[in-house]
């Protein structure tokens, strides 16, 4: 059983086009994120929800808007999609235990390539 | 501005060999640190983390050090084996930033046999 789901796992699209990617995970982790990885390799915070509520986020363009419809699922819609937003884009989450934290369990990433 | 920096691209080792990553941070509030490893198509899985208030952290063959005077930390693995070769990733968070890591643009790890 996958712990962290994404779909799709690939995605070529048109420019101006909508576009959404889901995320589910079956960790029972309170925290969520999205991580964009560019063509120069960086791996960058987007968003992260605890508990359904936004608790990070990073300086993004409003066509990104993330939502969480519930602690397990956290969706990535992309409006007006533009050239520049073509990466890899990772889900992830992790659990605080006590004030310990172990890091995150990513998903295998979305390859969201506009043309 | 590059908080985690990985300045060596890739690192190619003999099967056997020890292989050592190297990774510097400038944000003196981080004070806890994270390799991932990376195969192609998936995702960064987890292998190793480090707390500032400790200076090493061994599981296996893989061992993390930490210099936090230097601001610098490295992950040492030994024996290195074919299976060892992907990226890895550098990370670090520190408290009251709701987990966010950082992460380091990864070093490409060949393990020739």
Redesign the interface.
Known sequence: DTA?SQTPKYLVTQMGNDKSIKCEQNLGHD?MYWYKQDS??????MF?Y?NKEL??NETVPNRFSPKSPDKAHLNLHINSLELGDSAVY?C?S?Q?WAGW?????????TRLTVV | DQQVKQNSPSLSVQEGRISILNCDYTNSMFDYFLWYKKYPAEGPTFLISISSIKDKNEDGRFTVFLNKSAKHLSLHIVPSQPGDSAVYFCAATSGGSNYKLTFGKGTLLTVNP
């Not at chain 1, 120069?40 to 915070?45: R, S």
């Not at chain 1, 890091?103 to 295998?108: A, N, V």
């Open positions: 962290v925290t120069k390799k960086f791996l960058k915070i992260s605890n608790i990070i990772f992830a992790s605080e934290f172990d890091g995150y369990t990513f998903g295998s990433g």
